[in-house]
């Protein structure tokens, strides 16, 4: 009898006893390495299908963006001796300006889609141009101000030592629309068509000068530069703390919103599992939903927060449409709430 349990016992050692491993090419795993060469040429080909399909996307938007600036529309709008009192005015400046816009255009030369209009266009008005940009129908405008060659020919005749060159156009931006867009090409573009206008106006303005003999000693500025833009930004991109809050901080919203599933599964799952009837299905997706939406609701909120305590404004003033203003918030104090609600 006790070599009956003896033999039983080195029987069941031997059925708990670990396999003996083998080798990668061993027989007795020729199905396993089937199976395994299978999914893995099979996922490495869902990977490489996902890199083709979507991460391409982001090389698609960069992709030959030198041939598509003339989509980003800059007006150019010449209302030099255009209104009164200054009709009587025989114009140099928007001339200027607009020869050397229509030579960038007929040149092969990269450039953003410069369109001169018409004063007409605008009533007549300077600021209706500002109110066009502020409301996107263009991404800049080139405004040569009605006065321009009026107050450049009164400095010289006059000696006036007030003259600003700087009054006789502007640039009309907005920056806070995309940032991106308008630091790495807008903007380097203009300030090449104020060098070139500049270069273009420069010799020949001295020319006439020296020509008519007018007295520059006591308005020198009015020689050199003579005339420039002054750079006019309705909603300039400030402060710099706000950059997360447009782009990296919304790529970890998304990665919060896609982790809540693994977290809150096992909680979820106590309504499906253990030692109570099960909840029925439509209640348990229907939970999940509003709980996961209660779930947004404050991630969205804390997140928020983080903006709200690094001093983000929420709280500035309206503004007019055509001035240059920082961070005007159209909602008031409710700004905060307004933004909350879009991240939720």
């Known amino acids: 009898m006790s070599s009956d349990k003896v033999q039983m016992a080195e029987a069941g050692n031997k059925a708990e006893a670990p396999p003996v491993a083998v080798s990668f090419f061993d027989p007795a795993l020729k199905a396993t390495r089937r199976s395994v060469f299978f999914q893995w040429g099979r996922t490495v080909l869902l990977l490489c299908v996902f890199i083709l399909c979507i991460l391409s996307l982001f090389w698609a938007v960069q992709f030959q963006a030198e041939s598509r600036f003339p989509a980003l529309t800059v007006w150019v709008v010449d209302f030099d001796g255009q209104l009164e009192p200054y009709r009587n005015e025989t114009p140099i400046v928007g001339p200027a300006v607009t020869e050397v816009v229509n030579q960038i255009?007929?040149?092969?030369?990269?450039?953003?889609?410069?369109?001169?209009?018409?004063?007409?266009?605008?009533?007549?008005?300077?600021?209706?141009?500002?109110?066009?940009?502020?409301?996107?129908?263009?991404?800049?405008?080139?405004?040569?101000?009605?006065?321009?060659?009026?107050?450049?020919?009164?400095?010289?005749?006059?000696?006036?030592?007030?003259?600003?060159?700087?009054?006789?156009?502007?640039?009309?931006?907005?920056?806070?629309?995309?940032?991106?867009?308008?630091?790495?090409?807008?903007?380097?573009?203009?300030?090449?068509?104020?060098?070139?206008?500049?270069?273009?106006?420069?010799?020949?303005?001295?020319?006439?000068?020296a020509q008519e003999g007018y007295n520059i000693s006591q308005a020198p500025q009015a020689i050199n530069p003579a005339i420039g833009f002054t750079s006019v930004d309705l909603r300039p991109f400030v402060p710099a703390v706000i950059t997360p809050a447009v782009s990296i901080g919304l790529i970890y919203l998304i990665i919060l919103a896609f982790f809540n599933t693994p977290f809150m599964m096992p909680i979820h799952m106590q309504f499906i599992k253990g030692n109570h009837p099960p909840l029925k299905i439509p209640q348990w997706l229907l939970w999940r939903i509003l709980s996961n939406i209660g779930t947004y609701f404050f991630l969205s909120l804390f997140y928020s927060f983080v903006s709200l305590a690094f001093q983000i404004p929420f709280t500035n003033p309206s503004a007019p449409d055509t001035q240059t203003a920082y961070n005007p918030n159209a909602y008031g104090h409710g700004s905060f709430v307004v933004y909350w609600m879009l991240n939720w």
């Open 105 to 209: 255009l007929d040149s092969s030369s990269e450039h953003l889609g410069y369109t001169i209009k018409s004063p007409a266009d605008f009533n007549n008005d300077p600021w209706a141009v500002r109110q066009s940009v502020y409301d996107e129908h263009a991404y800049a405008a080139v405004i040569v101000n009605s006065n321009a060659t009026a107050l450049l020919r009164n400095a010289v005749t006059n000696g006036n030592s007030s003259y600003d060159p700087y009054g006789a156009a502007e640039f009309v931006t907005i920056s806070a629309r995309d940032p991106t867009t308008y630091y790495d090409y807008i903007n380097p573009f203009l300030y090449e068509l104020d060098v070139a206008v500049r270069s273009y106006f420069g010799p020949r303005w001295i020319q006439t000068v």
